[in-house]
């Protein structure tokens, strides 16, 4: 499991998505990912947006066994206009078209995958569509490598990536200002075990305080403006830890993605869904795992500046985690 997700740890650490004009469009929301490949040429980008008025009706899957060569979206417009765009990837052909055809209050809340190698090419080896009725997928084949993206219904703005003969990397484009997550627990809990903290307009996060064992007991954040201090109470940890580490934020250094594994607690209060293990990157390092990295692996990257907050639930332990998004200062997108 150390080595799984030391494979999914590289490949967000140092994300640094290159700003170019097809990146710009989606300014005005938030570039969520990418997983798969990290860098080429501009001939290897894509993207799709969803326009105002727009309702995306159909995605085109192009598959193998073990890859994704090609996607294809088809929106609808008022009055049932249908518009398809380009296809993405697929330069060499694939093998099996599935369509994903949605429902008209059917929207996409998520999405899930794995990354493999294909040709020595870094590659999306599957990849599945969850929406508020079903789960569509998994298209291709799934590799140790997955990652998975929950957000809420009626954030999806569109996608992007990097593609060639394959579709080598995909991110979202979602909207402004969102909740992404949560993993670890999701069954209904009390307004107990709820917990947040929202980083103020002003204030930087300059240090975070997670207490733990083979598990995430709790955490606590602490953020500055100027002379003016201010940490949060403890999220989690009812019955106490067995280590404390603090990370310390320099003046530049910003969050731009997580990673961490899922899995049951042991011991005294042995069975409960936790969070097992965590690590945050920032555009300087990756500070972690903290924690026992065993069970199932998740990891989200997204822009510099885009942080905003973690919220979850908590008890004994930190039994899930999400993260709150807002737009980075760019120029405004499409009419959103």
Known sequence: MAEKLASMQGVVQNMNIPQTETHRKGAGFIPVGRWGKQSGGPQNEWSFQLEQGQKLKKISIDHGDDVIYSLMFTTESAGGVLNTSNKFGGWNGGQTVSEVTFDSDEEIVGIKGSIGTKAQYTIISSL??????????????????????????????????????????????????????????????GPQNNWSFKLEPTYHLTKITIDHG?????????????????????????????KVSEITFDGDEEINGISGTIALSRGTYAGHTVISSISFMTNKKTHGPFGDVRGAPFTVPWDDGSFAGFYGLAGYYIDSIGVYLKATNREAGSGY
């Open 128 to 189: 599945s569509f969850v929406t508020n009725k079903t789960t569509h997928g998994p298209f291709g084949g799934a590799t140790s490598s997955e990652f998975s993206l929950p957000w809420e219904n009626g954030s999806l703005v569109g996608f992007y990536g990097l593609a060639g003969y394959y579709i080598d990397g995909i991110g979202v484009y979602l909207r402004q200002l969102l909740k992404i997550g949560t993993w670890g627990k999701t069954l209904p809990a």
């Open 214 to 242: 083979d598990l995430i007991y709790s955490l606590m954040f602490t953020a500055q403006h100027g002379e003016l201090t201010y940490t949060s109470e403890k999220m989690g940890g009812l019955n106490g830890g067995e």
